[in-house]
Nanobody, 119 residues
Framework: VQLQASGGGLEQAGGSLRLSCAAS????????MGWYRQAPGGLRELVAI???????NYADSVKGRFTVSRDNFGNTVYLQMNSLKPEDTAVYYC??????????????WGQGTLVTVSS
């Protein structure tokens, strides 16, 4: 199983970026998919999560600015980031809880994509 993330980059404060993360491999089912981030010197923190039923949860710091979604097949998760702030600068990691015949339910991580917001 692989999670391939893309869409990071450099943006000015107030701008927008969209992250994507596609899951591939011997996947039977995917439950939750989401995004975490880790700022320089900081701990990895939850940004947003979406369940297979469409439920969403957000960190307080991004509510009203970020939107998490999934495609109709449920294998790709997106993070639309609007009104970006310098404090959003971090490496963003996608995460998914995936069922495979070989490993059962397990968490998987993408490789991380850097988002830099300039003031």
């Amino acid at each position: 199983v692989q999670l391939q993330a893309s869409g990071g980059g450099l943006e000015q404060a107030g701008g927008s970026l969209r992250l994507s993360c596609a899951a591939s491999g011997s996947i039977v089912r995917i439950k939750d998919m989401g995004w975490y981030r880790q700022a320089p010197g900081g701990l990895r923190e939850l940004v947003a999560i979406i369940t297979d039923g469409g439920g969403r949860n957000y960190a307080d710091s991004v509510k009203g600015r970020f939107t998490v979604s999934r495609d109709n097949f449920g294998n790709t998760v997106y993070l639309q980031m609007n009104s970006l702030k310098p404090e959003d600068t971090a490496v963003y990691y996608c995460n998914a809880k995936i069922y495979t015949h070989s490993a059962g339910w397990s968490p998987y991580w993408g490789q991380g994509t850097l988002v830099t917001v300039s003031s």
